[in-house]
């Protein structure tokens, strides 16, 4: 289907040397290796790969998001001088479709689009500009199809079916207690929705694909899990695991968007049909429709308790939009109803979380994976029944927390410390900021900033708090596991520790934190942690905050592996008792004597061992939604406070302070940034960040459109961190990269609320709603004034 | 986001920028800082096959003293027109609101001219000199002409210019020693667009309003009057000047758009009136 005069390259790429550093012992804030090189420019992202004779990769996507398609005609694509291949699904090797879980997602679309930005046919040619000329050239019938663009038509019996199987994509029912067959002294009730959230990730979808000239293919990729990505490659290109190989390249954020395939098929494809290495890069725009977001929500809410402050039942029905494909919306479901009602004890409750498809954009995982969704909708909730109550919201909170001993909806009981009421209690603790003062203030502290809308007249500040929780890890039976290899060795400068998995590091830093265990394992100071990639087994994927305890616990038993046998050497040669032995700067000792030093022992012998660690046996939930489905909790809670110009609507957070456990912190410095990073998400929720997205099309894609927080939206964040060990985790440490982003969104909410006494059922919250003009959404097209999406085209106005 | 492939020449002087564009005809475009043009040529909304650069012309660049008003050349940058002491000193307003256009690469790099030819509703600088009553010199192959900043703003995107003529010069008066003024931007994060702007110009008469001139950012097609509240705030005291900012939004038409409802628009030019008439009172 092209034309193809390339002569065979054999791979010439080679990754980043390994480096090898010298970190300190889990505990200590180290320093990233990426750190410095990512702030002066020098960091090797994926976009930045090159090698010689590199084609460049674009890809055609559907500008409608539901339609037909009747023909597709490239001829006219594939004469254009420079272009080497033009390829639709007739060209895809192997299986048409991908999907992390259910493979519904065509590589390239055949008969059906349903969603706007849908891929349907790739080019590669010798530069981007000719590439995107070819995809112009191509033509397709669309027979355009009305979308099927809101989750509760899609529902219903008589909707058009987007899939054989039905739009209902995933319905998980749990019955707890009695459920609602049950009285309540006091019932509230409440309607809650969330929009569309994007990872934002900064560095957009790209990869390098190298044909290896014998068939198969080398990848080199940003993504968060290399060996789920490699299965799906395998099928679709019709190839042996051997023969696709995947290394992890420079990855610019992630945060659950890169969990799904993007261009890797794409990639693969045209490289191995033109016989040349091709590069795929998206820009911002495209990133926008090359990836899965947060799933929007709907939210009916019912709770009960007695007079005196008790919760007696929970009633609460979640729709989820999963958009056009199915991604990881079935366990996104199956989360937002097993954290439904939050870290509360409750004896009855009444669950049900549905996931629909529509013509929407397809959503999946993004940080918080179905809590953050039903986090804002109990956090409102406990916020309306304290008021009905007569209660204070955090001792109202407190009265209810989960405790050690709790049982869940699901039935699990919660195992190990549950410092819910602690967190709470520590939050409200911590000294509050200074109130407003009468005299001038500086503007940048104002609501609206320098912009001078506001010099602190009728200012009001606010305070809210808010708790949530999620699992850690997979859950519901699925297999998870993580390999690491380690080998201990010694060169010209003394011992030497390699570690090798296939663990993404997607920013949050466990390249340091993997050196970090083998330096406390091992005792020797130069550690050099490879580049991840294939060679290794699964890691499974940087996401549920499970890499440090997977990855890293995989990389602390192998240590243990290669040290064990170490110390049975020791045994052979000095007869000494391995119970007595230790590791400590580079030798073996026992006690405050010198057994052997590393040099001696490995002279020319090194070890090696490979290990996987799978955490606790977790189970699938039965009908009535009962089962352990879940290995660890991550608890955190937030206060907010705020400063509203209730008159304009313009908010400026003033603070946000935290309080979470994180069972052990092994590079507390970068528990902070994940703390603070995940915080200013959560803001950006809130307040600000939503695709906006109407009849299936998206209105915002562009960084000047999607509004992300600013160094000047996120204020200071204060931190109070816990390190109460969880028994069953490695160096008692409990995943922390989601809770952040989990609690923030409803506290900072609740604070708007008590400044503003509005009900605010919709984040992100709207100036227009905090100034009560109107709650709807805009009614019309966008018209002129402001960002790039409200442009349209003006090739024939005056401009300079 | 490459552009379309064009081609670039240097002007050396608005003669030879006219001489251009008299070649080119609408397949050009002037240049003047780029930071509107270029960003939609790398979206592909425009596609000009030659830009001619005015940024070597540094005839273009200055502000002079002249008497009853100031001059300000149009290749001025935002930032020299922000720092300038004679703006400051007869023009606060002026001034100031440039100091809010964009982020501070775009003040650095963007001009006067280049934001008012590009005629986007939404910058600050057009409202403002609507406020400060300004007046624009445009020079043509057939000549100069005088434009009033009311005449010179036709549609969204679409200025008074002629393709082969250039907005040289922006004049403004200065204002009087009783004049306050003030420039009110509602952004939801800093350096964004005005989801709306007012600029107010106000001749104080013992402590009350004498006469108001309003202008409005992005309360339609094109940067507006406040014709009605300018009526209704003349001879307000401090007191009334909320009632009286309430018909700010008369005659407008604002769009509704991912940013704001139209609604909201007219809720906030309301407001901000009333705020920027206040401060203009007490400055």
């Excluded at chain 1, 420079?250 to 395939?261: K, S, T």
């Excluded at chain 1, 013509?359 to 940080?367: L, S, V």
């Excluded at chain 1, 869940?408 to 509050?432: D, F, I, S």
């Excluded at chain 1, 305070?463 to 999620?470: D, P």
Aim: proline share 6%.
């Amino acid at each position: 289907m092209s034309r193809s005069e390339a002569t065979p390259i054999a791979p010439t790429r080679v990754g980043p040397e390994p480096t090898i550093s010298r970190p300190g012992g889990i505990g200590q804030s180290e320093r990233r290796p990426d750190g410095v090189p990512k702030v002066t420019g020098e960091f090797e992202y994926a976009s930045d790969m090159w090698l010689d004779g590199t084609l460049f990769g674009a890809t055609l996507r559907s500008p409608h998001p539901h339609a037909r398609i009747w023909s597709i005609e490239i001829s006219e694509a594939e004469a254009i001088p420079g272009v080497y291949a033009v390829l639709t699904h007739e060209d895809v090797p192997g299986r048409k479709v991908y999907g992390m879980e259910i493979p519904d997602q065509p590589v390239l679309a055949w008969d059906r689009i349903r969603y706007q930005g849908e891929p349907i046919a790739i080019v590669a040619a010798d530069h981007p500009e000719t590439a995107r000329r070819a995809l112009e050239k191509i033509a397709i019938d669309y027979e355009v199809l009305d979308p099927l663009a809101d989750a509760e038509e899609a529902m219903r019996e008589n909707a058009p079916k987007l899939h054989l199987s039905g739009n209902v994509l995933n319905h998980v029912h749990i019955k707890h207690g009695d459920g609602d067959a049950v009285e309540a002294d006091v019932v509230v009730r409440g309607e809650y929705e969330i929009g569309m959230q994007d990872q934002a990730f900064l560095g957009p979808e790209s990869g390098l694909a190298v044909p290896d000239g014998e068939g198969g293919v080398d990848l080199y990729i940003a993504t968060q899990w290399l060996h789920v990505d490699q299965d799906q490659l395998v099928e679709s290109l019709g190839l042996s695991p051997e023969m696709v190989r995947l290394t992890l390249s420079g990855v610019g954020g992630a945060f659950g968007g890169r969990e799904d395939l993007s261009m890797q098929i794409h990639a693969c494809m045209l490289a191995l049909h033109t016989e040349r290495p091709v590069k795929i890069v998206y820009d911002r725009e495209e990133s926008f429709y090359g990836h899965v977001h947060r799933h929007p929500a709907k939210m009916r809410y019912e709770h009960g308790a007695t007079r005196d402050g008790k919760l007696v039942y929970v009633k609460a029905r979640t729709v989820l939009d999963g958009g056009a494909y199915a991604s990881s919306s079935p366990a996104v479901c199956s989360n937002a109803a097993r954290f439904a009602i939050g870290p509360y004890e409750c004896p009855n409750a009444l669950i049900d979380s549905y996931v629909v498809y529509t013509n929407n954009p397809p959503c999946g995982a993004m940080r918080g994976f179905g809590a953050v969704q039903t986090c804002f909708a109990h956090e409102s909730q406990m916020d309306k029944l304290a008021g009905a109550l007569g209660m204070d919201p955090v001792e109202f909170r407190v009265k209810n927390a989960m405790t050690t001993g709790s049982t869940m909806p699901t039935g699990q009981r919660v195992e190990g410390p549950t410092p819910v009421a602690e967190l709470l209690e520590r939050v409200k603790a911590m000294p509050m900021p200074e109130a407003a003062g009468d005299g001038p203030r500086d503007l940048r502290e104002l609501p609206g900033g320098v912009s001078n809308t506001t010099h602190g007249e009728g200012v009001t500040r606010g305070v809210g708090y808010a708790v949530g929780f999620k699992n850690v890890g997979f859950a519901e039976g699925f297999d998870d596991y993580a390999t690491a290899r380690v080998r201990l060795s010694v060169t010209d400068d003394g011992p030497l520790v390699e570690v090798h998995t296939a663990a993404a590091e997607v920013g949050q830093g466990l390249v340091t934190v993997q050196a970090q265990i083998a330096h406390t394992e091992l005792g020797v100071e130069r550690i050099s942690v490879l580049p991840a990639d294939t060679r290794v087994g699964s890691a499974g994927s940087t996401s549920a905050s499970r890499q440090t305890y997977m990855t890293g616990g995989a990389v602390k038993m192998a240590c243990e592996a290669v040290r064990e046998r170490l110390f049975e050497r020791v045994k052979e040669e000095f007869g000494e008792s391995p119970n007595s032995l230790s590791l400590e700067d580079g030798s073996v000792v026992s006690g405050d004597r010198m057994v052997a030093s590393l040099m001696d022992l490995l002279d020319g012998e090194d070890i090696e061992e490979t290990v996987v660690h799978r955490h606790v046996e977790t189970f699938p939930l039965d009908a009535n939604g009962q089962g352990d489905a879940d290995m660890q909790y991550a608890f955190s809670a937030h206060r907010a406070v705020v400063d509203v110009d209730t008159e304009l609507g313009l908010v400026r957070v003033v603070e946000l302070a935290t309080a979470q456990d994180v069972g052990k912190a092994l590079n507390p410095q970068a528990v902070e940034g994940q703390i603070e990073g995940g915080t200013a998400q959560g803001l950006g929720l809130a307040l600000l960040e939503e695709i906006q997205v109407r009849d299936g099309k998206i209105l915002n894609a562009s960084f000047t459109d999607y509004l992300l927080p600013t160094i000047l939206d996120m204020p200071p964040v204060k931190m109070d961190i816990l390190e109460l060990a969880d028994p069953n985790a490695p160096y008692g440490l409990r995943g922390i990269g989601e809770p952040p982003n989990i609690s923030t969104p409803p506290a900072i909410v609740a604070a708007l609320r008590d400044a503003t006494g509005r009900e605010l059922p919709r984040i992100p919250v709207r100036p227009e709603q905090i100034a009560g003009v109107a709650t709807q959404p805009p009614r019309r097209s966008p018209q002129a004034g402001g960002g790039y999406a409200d442009i349209g085209d003006i090739r024939d106005r005056s401009e300079t | 986001m490459i552009p379309v492939a064009f081609d670039y020449e240097v002007a050396e002087s608005v003669d030879h920028a006219l001489e251009l564009l008299g070649q080119h005809g609408d397949e050009a475009k002037l240049l003047a800082g780029g930071h509107s043009l270029l960003p939609i040529m790398k979206l592909r909304l425009a596609a000009p096959a030659l830009l001619v650069d005015l940024g070597r012309i540094t005839d273009l660049n200055y502000v002079r003293d002249e008497g009853d008003h100031l001059a300000i050349g149009a290749m001025t940058r935002h930032t020299d027109v922000e720092r300038n002491p004679i703006v400051q000193e007869h023009c606060g307003l002026l001034s100031y609101t440039a100091s809010l256009v964009g982020d501070s690469q775009v003040r650095h790099r963007g001009t006067i001219g280049g934001s008012l030819a590009h005629a986007d509703a939404a910058s600050d600088l057009p409202s403002a000199l609507m406020a400060l009553d300004a007046s624009f010199v445009v020079k043509g192959s057939s000549g100069e002409r005088s434009v009033a900043v009311g005449d010179f703003f036709k549609d969204y995107l679409m200025s008074d210019l002629a393709e082969d003529e250039i907005l040289t010069e922006v004049r403004v008066p200065k204002l009087s020693a009783g004049t306050g003024w003030s420039y009110q931007k509602f952004t939801r994060r800093l350096m964004d667009w005005a989801v709306v702007g007012v600029a107010a110009v106000v001749e104080k008469s013992n402590g009350s309003v004498g006469t108001a001139r309003i202008g409005l950012t992005n309360m339609g097609s094109t940067p507006l009057r406040a014709t009605a509240a300018e009526s209704a705030l003349s001879g307000a005291d401090p007191g009334s000047v909320a009632e009286a900012s309430n018909s700010a939004d008369e005659g407008t038409s604002p769009s509704s758009d991912i940013a704001a409802s139209d609604e909201y628009r007219r809720h906030l030019a309301r407001v901000l009136t009333k705020r920027a008439v206040e401060e203009a009172l007490s400055r």
